[in-house]
């Protein structure tokens, strides 16, 4: 079982900065890919920024957030981060962080998502 963990989230004004961060452990043995989700109150979950960790694989990040979000892996720790900055009140609703990967031995892929955590901006 991999199980993931998340760190962060919180209060901040417009214009701030907050700092996401999501462990995962059990049962790995490889990650595949893995990212950020949003869902904000009333709104279906979408997508932040998602990376694939295969050969020829990139980030594709929300326009919403290009150029002031920033994902980024410790890979000893197979963690990952997510860097907010310039925040905006449309920013605000729960974050989660998603892996999907290869477990050891004959079992198969998995995929799981953090518990989420909150994000509020205030204007």
């Known amino acids: 079982q991999v199980r993931l963990a998340q760190f962060g989230g919180g209060l901040v004004h417009v214009g701030g900065s907050l700092r996401l961060s999501c462990t995962a452990s059990?049962?790995?043995?490889?990650?595949?890919?893995m990212g950020w989700f949003r869902q904000a109150p009333g709104k279906d979950r979408e997508l932040v920024v998602r990376?694939?960790?295969?050969?020829?694989?990139?980030?594709e990040y929300a326009e919403a957030v290009k150029g002031r979000f920033t994902i980024s892996r410790d890979n000893a720790g197979n963690t990952i981060y997510l860097q907010m900055n310039s925040l905006k009140p449309e920013d605000t609703g729960v974050y989660y962080c998603?892996?999907?990967?290869?477990?050891?031995?004959?079992?198969?892929?998995?995929?799981?998502w953090g518990q989420g955590t909150q994000v509020t901006v205030s204007s």
């Open positions: 059990g049962d790995i043995f490889r990650i595949n890919a």
């Open positions: 998603y892996f999907n990967g290869q477990g050891p031995g004959s079992i198969g892929l998995w995929e799981n």
């Open positions: 990376v694939s960790t295969g050969a020829g694989g990139g980030s």
